[in-house]
T-cell receptor, first 111, second 115 residues
Framework: QKEVEQNSGPLSVPEGAIASLNCTYSDRGSQSFFWYRQYSGKSPELIMF????GDKEDGRFTAQLNKASQYVSLLIRDSQPSDSATYLCAGHMNRDDKIIFGKGTRLHILP | GAGVSQTPSNKVTEKGKYVELRCDPI?????LYWYRQSLGQGPEFLIYFQGTGAADDSGLPNDRFFAVRPEGSVSTLKIQRTERGDSAVYLCASSPGLGEADTQYFGPGTRLTVL
């Protein structure tokens, strides 16, 4: 099992709807998780990090962490065409103290 | 500088040649990471430094790859005897240190093409 797994997509969501992106991880001891957005040809940019169980909200974005089930999700409300990008989930692995990325999910917001 | 910088932005080389990729992290950031990203994939961990020392180099694919950070700031990723399979975008990221919620800030990357 890969350490951080994401569905590669593409995920197509109508403009104005909620986009839901999911990620699972294998290292139960992992402490913190990150969501990055990457536009084509650009480097990743941080959207949010989360390390406590539950929800964390920042504007249109909500990150959710469930350590018992080992999954992390990102919700994007009121999706905009500019949200179309690849979303990378990353986890800070506890056992060897490094950050591992998933393959990313391509999100396409339909105008 | 304001952010992480990487040079060169693009590097085209021939199979068998030696290349050096440079990363200049955000001032004061003690942790520095190198990743490799191929098309359609997430960043693949190569190595990270905490200060001057390589804290984990388990992601380096083989002994052709080597990285240094002699003064705890700028880092150089060195690739010997390049192969076509080394073609990728090499990303560098820095963070203030290691910890639960340490955020990495990425540079623009170096696109390496091995002909």
């Amino acid at each position: 099992q890969k350490e951080v797994e994401q569905n590669s997509g593409p995920l197509s969501v109508p403009e104005g709807a909620i986009a839901s992106l999911n990620c699972t991880y294998s290292d139960r001891g992992s402490q913190s998780f990150f969501w990055y957005r990457q536009y084509s040809g650009k480097s990743p940019e941080l959207i949010m990090f989360i390390y406590s169980n539950g929800d964390k909200e920042d504007g249109r974005f909500t990150a959710q962490l469930n350590k018992a089930s080992q999954y992390v999700s990102l919700l994007i409300r009121d999706s905009q065409p500019s949200d179309s990008a690849t979303y990378l989930c990353a986890g800070h692995m506890n056992r060897d103290d490094k950050i591992i990325f998933g393959k990313g999910t391509r999100l396409h917001i339909l105008p | 500088g304001a952010g992480v910088s990487q040079t060169p932005s693009n590097k085209v080389t021939e199979k068998g040649k030696y290349v050096e990729l440079r990363c200049d992290p955000i001032s004061g950031h003690t942790a520095l990471y190198w990743y490799r990203q191929s098309l359609g994939q997430g960043p693949e961990f190569l190595i990270y430094f905490q200060g001057t020392g390589a804290a984990d180099d388990s992601g380096l694919p083989n002994d052709r790859f080597f990285a240094v950070r002699p003064e705890g700031s700028v880092s150089t990723l060195k690739i010997q005897r390049t192969e076509r399979g080394d073609s990728a975008v090499y990303l560098c990221a820095s963070s203030p240190g290691l910890g639960e919620a340490d955020t990495q800030y990425f540079g623009p990357g170096t696109r390496l093409t091995v002909l």
